[in-house]
């Protein structure tokens, strides 16, 4: 059984950097596509980033590329985000997401979500 549980988040400040990690409890998640999305107040989900199980390729939207980079370690069963040089408008709750297909950035085809982690960029 897939359980996905983030962590990492927290209050930084404009230009700081932070870690976030997702775990897949269910040991499940190798061969899956995982995602991270993020919701501000107010917003819609959108897509952040994504890996293939393999982790050779990674897509990220547009307003963070250059600054996020997502990796996995299958051998943990974990995901990450690296957020550097975070800016006001990267504050939101983060999730990561597993889909059992291939890459997509549409998060209502991802069939596993966690609970999400706060995100706050403030001085």
């Known amino acids: 059984q897939v359980q996905l549980v983030e962590s990492g988040g927290g209050l930084v400040q404009p230009g700081g950097s932070l870690r976030l990690s997702c775990v897949d409890s269910?040991?499940?998640?190798?061969?899956?596509?995982m995602g991270w999305f993020r919701q501000a107040p107010g917003k819609e989900r959108e897509f952040v980033a994504a890996?293939?199980?393999?982790?050779?390729?990674?897509a990220y939207a547009t307003s963070v590329e250059g600054r996020f980079t997502i990796s996995r370690d299958n051998a943990k069963n974990t995901v990450y985000l690296q957020m550097n040089s975070l800016k006001p408008e990267d504050t939101a709750v983060y999730y990561c997401a597993l889909r059992r297909g291939g890459y997509t950035n549409n998060p209502d085809s991802y069939d596993y979500w966690g609970q999400g982690t706060q995100v706050t960029v403030s001085s």
């Open positions: 269910g040991r499940t998640f190798s061969t899956f596509v």
């Open positions: 890996i293939t199980w393999s982790g050779s390729s990674t």
